[in-house]
């Protein structure tokens, strides 16, 4: 069991990043307990370790961070999904940093974000969203890698339906986590994910994808860290080299996936008309990415979190 604290810089609410969770079907978050704590099992981001974590934030707008997190290694048993015990062969579990770095990244505390408050002074809009939905960020996916593997699972079938389709996924072949008395299912790791050669509910062509990115992912083509460190659109570029990637998927795996602050969505025309609503734009203007690009540059170093709760009050 690992211990750790993450001071958040700048504004932040577990709060209502819990509640965000629990309106985002990807996600499908569930817990029925009122103790405001966040519970969460995930593929690490080295490849082959599933992690377990408990989130809880201390009194105030920037409370501190505290998780208590546990660590499985290894390989579910062929046919079964893996609990505690049940893990081969195993490896060496990953640095508890790794995992703070991890969970910062998905909550986006690995951010600092003391400068977005300052956005209301110059943009109306970023200044009714802050107020409407104080201290959220982005709640991300897990990785790059879980991220993509929902961009293939998700394609052209209602996004319940896919929600559906990985939680099965995860509940027969992910680790299963218990956090407080609670078992959860966590994605399958990489390797895991790319010995499966059928999916209930998934063509072929989607489970050929999802091998060639668990690949992807082992080789480090999705690694958060190196996709974040090069210019944007070298690594959407970069992305969409990768089977079943397109520049919708691509930008989601960036923005959610590797946990990019700044960056516009120029794929997402439902956000789109919301921000075009917000700002009183008609056509053709509503509808001219560059157009609405132009308009975000007010919001950066952030662009990607104004963008989140822009869609978060369109209802996503």
């Not at 009714?128 to 394609?155: D, K, N, Q």
Request: net charge neutral; charged share 20%; hydrophobic share 40%.
């Amino acid at each position: 069991m690992y211990a750790f604290t993450i001071t958040p810089e700048g504004p932040f609410s577990l709060a209502a990043g819990l509640s965000f969770l629990k309106s985002f079907t990807p996600a499908r978050y569930h817990d029925t307990a009122q103790d405001q704590a966040l519970r969460l099992a995930f593929p690490c981001d080295d490849g082959h370790s599933t992690v377990g974590v408990e989130v809880r934030q201390a009194d105030g707008p920037q409370g501190a961070v505290q998780a208590e997190a546990i660590v499985h290694t290894g390989l579910p048993r062929e046919g079964q999904a893996g609990t505690a015990g049940e893990t081969e062969p195993v490896r060496p579990s990953p640095r508890v940093d790794a995992v703070r770095q991890q969970l910062a990244r998905i909550l986006s505390l690995d951010v600092d974000g003391n400068g977005f408050p300052k956005l209301a002074q110059r943009d109306h809009v970023v200044a009714e969203l802050i107020s409407a939905y104080p201290g959220l960020r982005p709640v991300c996916f897990h990785s790059p890698y879980e991220a993509a593997a929902w961009a293939v699972i998700g394609h052209r079938i209602r996004m319940v339906q896919a929600a559906t389709i990985k939680a099965r996924i995860a509940e027969h072949h992910g680790q299963h986590v218990t956090v407080s008395g609670r078992t959860l299912h966590a994605f399958p790791t990489p390797l895991v994910l790319r010995q499966l050669d059928r999916i209930p509910g998934l063509p072929d062509t989607k489970v050929e994808r999802l091998r060639h990115l668990a690949d992807a992912a082992l080789a480090g083509d999705l690694d958060a860290n190196h996709l974040r460190a090069m210019p944007a659109q070298d690594a959407l570029a970069h992305l969409r080299t990768l089977p079943g990637i397109g520049p919708f998927s691509a930008e989601l795996i960036l923005i959610r996936g590797a946990g990019h602050p700044d960056l516009f969505p120029r794929q997402e025309p439902r956000l789109h008309a919301e921000m075009a609503r917000a700002y009183g734009l008609s056509e053709p203007d509503a509808s001219d990415a560059n157009r609405l690009a132009g308009i975000s540059d007010r919001w950066a170093p952030y662009r990607s979190w104004v963008a989140l709760l822009l869609r978060t009050r369109s209802g996503e």
